[in-house]
């Protein structure tokens, strides 16, 4: 069955300290996408990055980098630095190409970066 | 393109009444999903269309929701009668297909209705 689960409901970091989100996921399809989307306080979803099951080789954009790892079935997200405007919460995703391309949320982690 | 547009933007009812959600996706994109957001059950994905058939309508909550796409920029979500647990935020989004594509799978949200069933 297609899942995504997401432990950390809450967490609250200082800023400039560094925290990951974790995200593991289950599919039974060997291709199939991943995401992470942003939703700050204002309400709407930003898409953050797109990893497709085939790469597997990290990414770092910023502040943000993306650990892919297919043995633990994980793709968590750590925030360098954090600063205050990355208070939100933080969705991760699953896409499997054997079914019709259908997306399923995991049910976020509310980050809070205290000043 | 003005991105994925939603109306109304917010929406007070009283149970038992009908409630109706529109949805333009961006032009081009062949698919559309339907979610709801609550603090207790995070996004739930409702339905989505392909093409403008509905491909899955499993997360529908029950008959009292109905979705339609008559034609590929527009869609509707409809709830009657209306609860007070169907008050939620109800999100639409479009995609390109997952055809390999850098714009493949990749989400584009509206800025979503809020609903309160009174």
């Known amino acids: 069955a297609q899942k995504v689960t997401q432990a950390q409901t809450e967490i609250s970091v200082v800023e400039k300290e560094d925290v990951t989100l974790d995200c593991v996921y289950e599919t039974r399809d060997t291709t199939y996408y991943l995401f992470w989307y942003k939703q700050p306080p204002s309400g709407e979803l930003v898409f953050l990055i797109r990893?497709?099951?085939?790469?597997?080789q990290n990414e770092i954009s910023g502040r943000y980098s993306w650990n892919f790892q297919k043995s633990t079935s994980s793709f968590n997200f750590t925030i360098t630095a954090s600063q205050v405007v990355d208070s939100a919460v933080y969705f991760c995703?699953?896409?499997?190409?054997?079914?019709?391309?259908?997306?399923?949320f995991g049910k976020g982690t509310r980050l809070h970066i205290l000043p | 393109d003005a991105g994925v547009i939603q109306s109304p933007r917010h929406e007070v009812t009283e149970m038992g009444q009908e409630v109706t959600l529109r949805c333009k996706p961006i032009s081009g994109h062949d698919y559309l999903f339907w979610y709801r957001q609550t603090m207790m059950r995070g996004l739930e994905l409702l339905i989505y269309?392909?093409?403008?058939?509905?491909?899955?309508d499993s997360g529908m909550p029950e008959d009292r929701f109905s979705a339609k796409m008559p034609n590929a920029s527009f869609s509707t979500l409809k709830i009657q009668p209306s609860e007070p647990r169907d008050s939620a935020v109800y999100f639409c989004?479009?995609?390109?297909?997952?055809?390999?594509?850098?714009?493949?799978?990749?989400?584009?949200f509206g800025a979503g209705s809020r609903l309160t069933v009174l």
């Open positions: 269309f392909n093409n403008n058939v509905p491909i899955d």
């Open positions: 989004a479009s995609s390109l297909p997952g055809q390999g594509s850098s714009g493949a799978n990749v989400l584009t």
């Open positions: 990893r497709n099951s085939f790469d597997e």
């Open positions: 995703a699953l896409s499997e190409r054997g079914r019709d391309d259908k997306i399923i």
